[in-house]
């Protein structure tokens, strides 16, 4: 099959590979520009333009799409019999929407309905849910609202963290596209409840309101690991907090109870078990006290 893949983190990689191993025809990659990134602001490509690359496939890395008809002529002129997309990064207009022969699947990270929207994996942690999945969905010109082709679930574990909950949907992404253009299954409409959103994360999403049920900071840990992560202050220090884990206990929200770093939050206490101060390595709990003592009693912010 003749295919565009559209795509720009890790998480598009697997599908990438398997689609290029599966025998299709991957006429274009599409992806997000080089942008400046690490500690020296390097200009970097995206994971997915490095992998193209690696395999020898014609990339295309266009700033913006909604308006360029020149873009739009571009697409239309590769005759595809379908696009792949996942967690590309830009809105498809119309015109490319319809120029594939059977449209374009879009390899979402959610049981659809459930998080529509641009971080679902993190979204699903936070909300304590106990499974999610990945939907193949035929694209309109809505927010993740296409019919859907493919859907499988997996367990989201007591502890998982968004790094490990990504990859298995990543790799579980790659097996239901490759199912879904083998097999052409009919689009299903999404339901019209259990609609929810996960909108776009930033940085300060992830500081750490004590006042929260201990349970709640703790899935908001494991939930914006790596990214957005999650931070406190002591005193006039940044700290990532990387790990943690409930207890039980009470006290006033942020403050500390004991020299092991044990937090009291509005129900529960947190600790803190592993965190790292800005522009230094992780440290485990005991080896960051030994260099920087939290005595009981300390407020966080």
Known sequence: MRLAFMGS????????????????????????????????????????????????LPVRAPARLRSDTAAHDAFAALDLDAAVVAAYGLILPPPMLEAPRRGCLNIHASLLPRWRGAAPIQAAILAGDTRTGVTVMQMDAGLDTGPMLLADAVPIAPRATAALLHDVLAYLGARLILRALNEDPRPVPQPNDGVTYAPRLTREDGRIDWSKDAKAIDRQVRAFDPWPGTFTRIGESAVKVLAAKPERGQGVPGTVLDDGLLVACGRGTLRLTRVQLAGRGSLDAGTFLRGHPVPAGTLLG
């Open 9 to 56: 983190p890790d998480f598009a990689v697997p599908a990438l590979l398997a689609l290029h191993g599966g025998g299709h025809t991957i006429a274009a990659v599409y992806c997000q520009p080089p942008r400046p990134a690490g500690r020296g602001y390097a200009v970097r490509p995206c994971p997915v333009q490095a992998a193209a690359e690696q395999l020898g």
